[in-house]
């Protein structure tokens, strides 16, 4: 069991923010509350939306009258939950495709394809992932051209294999360091199989790396949430009003985060209480996924000092146990001794 504070605050923030939000949609019915104007006891306008933070928004409103909190609180299981979707598939094709990457590709070969793959650490992502999504996540006038459980599934597929291959790299470069150890080695001059290696041997080495590539993947693919926000490309597709006449802006179908940040960032110097509510969202999400990370980095490596500190007690107790000397023979045979 992990004993880490910063892991078990990061976690509790993450299940809080996902439970909420599935108690605000099956018992609330996702009712997001709206007040666009504030009157006085005599019926006199004292105030119209948006709204600044208080007691009753904590959030504030926007222009419409509805609560940024409620809103932030109905998208918070698309974008926690479909961002640990695309984590966990990237870091399980990744796994697949690194064992035989580090089994049965040489050292060489491997060597030329991670410089080939460098040249992909200085392409954003983003730029590559806007180009591929835009004709999917963007309806024309004709509509959209998928459907959107197809958007969401086109959506999780290109964001995970943009990826992939620098991660197989990755995981396949640990795999192929661990394969240098002694223990290893021993395993391979008993006869062990490669599929034995990996089960036996490999694998519990490179869970709790894969679990910390996992977190910080889920960081990655909630700022890549945020650049596509930015650019009004929408989780599940991005509704473009193409009224000539006086069009509204793009507009998120399932209230996620990063489409609530594409419609409030234009506010953010009339009205910056509108735009900063769910960038503070993201923010505090980021930072409870950093702290899963911490926690699980701090574990792992105390149960490593713990087993070197222990092996070594272990020598050192063989190495003070009493050794039994070689005597010499005190036995005196009748045959030798005189009369």
């Not at 959107?148 to 360091?177: K, Q």
């Not at 650049?227 to 793009?250: C, E, R, T, V, W």
Request: with cysteine.
């Amino acid at each position: 069991m992990i004993r880490s504070v910063k892991f078990w605050i990061g976690l509790s923030i993450i299940l809080l923010l996902v439970t909420g939000s599935f108690i605000h949609t099956f018992i609330f019915d996702s009712y997001i509350r709206q007040q666009q104007i504030i009157y006085d006891n005599h019926r006199n306008v004292i105030g119209a939306a948006p709204f600044p933070p208080s007691l009753k928004f904590p959030l504030g409103t926007d222009k419409l009258g509805y609560d940024i909190g409620l809103k932030v609180l109905q998208g918070a299981k698309f974008t926690i939950c479909f961002a640990v979707l695309i984590a966990l598939v990237r870091v399980i094709i990744s796994l697949f495709v690194a064992i035989p990457y580090a089994f049965y590709i040489r050292s060489s070969m491997r060597l030329w394809l991670e410089k080939l793959l460098s040249s992909f650490y200085y392409v954003p992502l983003t730029i590559l992932a806007i180009f591929i999504l835009t004709p999917i996540l963007q309806n024309t006038a004709n509509g959209f051209l998928y459907s959107f459980p197809m958007r969401i599934i086109l959506e999780v597929v290109i964001l995970t294999v943009l990826v992939v291959p620098l991660i197989s790299v990755m995981i396949g470069n640990m795999m192929a360091a661990l394969m240098k150890e002694e223990f290893i080695e021993g395993a391979k001059v008993l006869g062990a199989s490669k599929w034995r290696i990996f089960h036996k041997h490999l694998l519990p080495h490179l869970v709790p790396k894969m679990l910390i590539v996992f977190t910080q993947q889920c960081v990655q693919v909630l700022i890549i949430f945020i650049h596509l926000g930015y650019f009004k490309l929408f989780f599940g597709g991005s509704f473009i009003d193409f009224n000539q006449m006086a069009p509204d802006p793009p507009r998120s179908l399932s209230n996620e985060w990063s489409g609530l940040i594409g419609n409030y960032y234009i506010e953010i110097f009339t009205h910056p209480f509108v735009a900063i509510g769910p960038i503070i969202m993201f923010a505090i999400v980021i930072y409870a996924f950093n702290l899963i990370t911490e926690g699980m980095q701090t574990h792992f490596s105390q149960n490593k000092q713990t087993l070197k500190k222990g092996k070594k007690n272990k020598k050192a107790t063989l190495q003070q146990q009493p050794t039994i000397e070689k005597t010499e023979n005190k036995f005196t045979f009748i045959d030798q001794k005189g009369a």
